[in-house]
């Protein structure tokens, strides 16, 4: 089954305005100099080296898969020659029965080769030279796999029987674009995953699913748990796709109705505000103090995108922003050299925490930003979340039509099916504001179509060209597609577009007489201050991460940042009293980092009081019931910023009448 929005070739997307310079700072921070000095990484087994976290050896394979779409979506020959040279190694060393990676017979589980393929995947889509080298080697791999999996080997820890569906999207690929003559191999393999992996849909039905809080599930559910696969929060993040992509081979359309079931499912009983889901390690519920992984964050971009591309549901597409423009963004300080493990909505400090804490199975540096804080995996993995963001995108809809999935600024060279070549600029400081200004020159006339949140409200379209008088569509003349959400306009060769709607402050209930407070795609958080103590080098926890047999100096930028709050976090707010302000500037140009504390041009100011709140675990307790609420002090202004530049914040608040 063909996608409903076909992605782009990787490097057919370049990012421009504050979307650059997030992508710069990236290849100037911790992602573009790991290979320099991170030892799992530039000592790795993989390497010839000695050192991975986990007997799984997913360092490598997860690096890779976010740098290939790094160095090729900003062009950088530093960050190719980085992953030129690992490929290299990787492929000079491939085992004469096919196997890549280091692993002797006896140890061979082929989780981590399911995003080692897909970063080769992605290093063949962004040059085509690079295809005589790799694609023997994947043919050579998955002929291996095909064996092992036919008898019965290969999942030796669960982690790939749950994951599968990423190795399937390599195999279509495959079969989709250099099929050679193995095109039954390739289906027989997707069919085997498919039989010997955990089966997602049996997960996503009613009698199945665990809606409650996963703290109240007795006999308490543990990581030798039967259904502790389903509800790890990574594994829930990358599962979410899993119906759309085996129902582009098996044509078993019921997977599409179970996978909008689990999707559904999953953020409104185990998601946060911001649009990632509650696991710390494992799900719990929906309570404030509870933290969210930020392998989580950019697994559950990925597969929102893909989503979206497989199935054309809004829906998807709106997720995959809140969680890019929020999620994400809030992980990481403002050089994008320390990250968390864990983020919580509620989080008035994020520094070490000695001793117990809320979380499931998280130590005392979770929420510390750090080179390496609680455990390196989402140091690997997290330079996939804005580059596979930037290249899904842009979308090919149809034979003559260029699809702008996910709203941002970009430009875009592709020629279509049709044969039509078209260059494009989106020059836009959404979602930062909502409106968007395209240019193109196009070989042919062709249609752009441009996805309309749903929660926008009027919505208007100008459009001008070489050939014809400007054209203006509004939303009483110019109706989405009720599936995709795509406004169409058929334009001429050379020409503008003008792209803007309009929206209102909202809030969503987050139970407990709490809420979470939203304009366009932005969550806004209260603003408890901002004090970064940064010490010389990392902190121990984080250096024994570090010292794998380290060679290279950490550099002087890997701080720890202790970050605390300067004002009161215990507010009740007054929603009624809610009032969005804005000063984007009108040349487009926005700060740099724009995810800096105060650097946003948008903020929310409402009427609130200081309220009894206790502690507990070192982390706000969920606030009292909404009948033991009192205001400590007088009721006075204050202010909500975008979460994602607010590194210590509280995002979901008790509510009061206090006007």
């Given at each position: 089954n063909p996608f409903i929005l076909s992605p782009l070739p990787l490097g057919s997307i370049k990012p421009s305005g504050w979307l650059d310079d997030q992508m710069q700072l990236m290849s100037n921070g911790l992602?573009?100099?790991?290979?320099?000095?991170?030892?799992?990484?530039?000592?790795?087994?993989?390497?010839?080296?000695y050192s991975e976290y986990s007997i799984l050896n997913e360092g490598i394979p997860y690096w890779l898969n976010g740098l290939v779409p790094l160095a090729y979506g900003l062009d950088d020959d530093r960050l190719k020659g980085q992953t030129d040279n690992v490929v290299d190694y990787v492929l000079n060393h491939q085992q004469s029965d096919g196997w890549l990676g280091p692993e002797a017979p006896a140890d061979r589980d082929i989780w981590a080769r399911f995003p080692l393929c897909l970063g080769l995947m992605q290093l063949v889509e962004a040059d085509e030279s690079k295809s005589a080298r790799i694609l023997p080697a994947l043919y050579r791999f998955v002929t291996l796999m095909h064996q092992m999996l036919v008898q019965n080997s290969g999942f030796e820890q669960f982690w790939g029987r749950v994951r599968y569906p990423d190795m399937i999207i390599t195999l279509q690929w495959l079969y989709e674009k250099y099929p050679r003559n193995d095109t039954q191999r390739l289906l027989e393999t997707m069919s085997l995953l498919n039989k010997r992996g955990l089966r997602w849909a049996d997960y996503y039905n009613r009698n199945s699913y665990i809606f409650q809080d996963l703290d109240n599930v007795q006999p308490p559910i543990t990581g030798d748990s039967s259904v502790f696969p389903y509800v790890h929060g990574?594994?829930?993040?990358?599962?979410m796709k899993a119906g759309a992509v085996i129902y582009r081979f098996n044509n078993d359309a019921s997977l599409l109705d179970s996978t909008r079931n689990g999707v559904n499912w999953t953020f409104t009983y185990h998601g946060d505000p911001a649009g990632s889901i509650i696991g710390d390690e494992r799900e719990s519920g929906l309570a404030p103090n509870r933290g969210s992984e930020l392998?989580?964050?950019?697994?559950?971009?990925?597969?929102?995108?893909y989503?979206?591309?497989?199935?054309?549901?809004?829906?998807?597409?709106?997720?995959?922003?809140?969680?890019?423009?929020?999620?994400?963004?809030?992980?990481?300080?403002?050089?994008?050299?320390?990250?968390?493990?864990?983020?919580?909505?509620?989080?008035?400090?994020?520094a070490s925490l000695n001793g117990p804490n809320p979380f499931w199975n998280t130590g005392d540096?979770?929420?510390?930003?750090?080179?390496?804080?609680?455990?390196?995996?989402?140091?690997?993995n997290m330079p996939q979340g804005l580059p596979k963001f930037l290249s899904a995108s842009f979308v090919q809809v149809g034979n003559n039509g260029l699809g702008h999935a996910l709203l941002s600024p970009a430009l875009v060279s592709i020629t279509l099916p049709s044969g039509t070549h078209i260059d494009l600029n989106c020059n836009t400081t959404y979602p930062f504001s909502n409106t968007l200004h395209y240019t193109f020159t196009a070989s042919a006339p062709f249609t752009l179509h441009l996805r309309l949140p749903s929660w926008a409200i009027y919505y208007e379209i100008i459009s001008s060209s070489n050939r014809s008088p400007p054209q203006t569509y509004t939303s009483s003349s110019l109706f989405p597609d009720p599936h995709t959400g795509m406004l169409s306009v058929d334009l001429l060769e050379t020409g503008t577009v003008d792209f803007s709607f309009t929206t209102t402050t909202r809030t969503e209930d987050r139970g407990n007489d709490t809420i979470s407070v939203y304009h366009g795609a932005l969550l806004y958080a209260l603003d408890v201050g901002f004090s970064d103590t940064t010490t010389e080098n990392v902190s121990s926890s984080t250096t024994d991460d570090l010292a794998h047999n380290a060679t290279a100096a950490i550099p002087p930028q890997a701080h720890d940042h202790y970050i605390t709050n300067t004002k009161p976090w215990n507010i009740a707010i007054d929603p009624s009293t809610l009032e969005y302000h804005t000063s984007t500037p009108e040349d487009m140009e926005l700060p740099n980092p724009i995810w800096a504390y105060e650097a946003p041009p948008n903020y929310i100011t409402a009427k609130g009081c200081e309220i009894e709140w206790e502690m507990e675990?070192?982390?706000?307790?969920?606030?009292?019931?909404?009948?033991?609420?009192?205001?400590?002090?007088?009721?006075?202004?204050?202010?909500?910023?975008?979460?994602?530049?607010?590194k210590v914040h509280m995002a979901v608040l008790p509510v009061m009448e206090l006007v």
């Open positions: 992602a573009g100099h790991e290979h320099d000095f991170y030892p799992i990484i530039s000592d790795s087994v993989w390497l010839g080296g990574v594994n829930a993040a990358q599962g392998c989580t964050a950019v697994e559950t971009m990925y597969s929102l995108s989503l979206y591309q497989a199935m054309g549901d809004r829906a998807f597409a709106d997720h995959c922003e809140r969680a890019a423009f929020n999620a994400l963004p809030v992980m990481f300080t403002n050089d994008l050299w320390a990250h968390q493990y864990l983020v919580v909505p509620n989080q008035p400090a994020a540096q979770s929420i510390l930003y750090g080179a390496a804080p609680n455990y390196p995996c989402c140091t690997v675990k070192q982390l706000p307790k969920p606030p009292p019931a909404r009948g033991e609420r009192k205001c400590k002090g007088s009721v006075r202004e204050v202010v909500l910023r975008p979460y994602g530049s607010l």
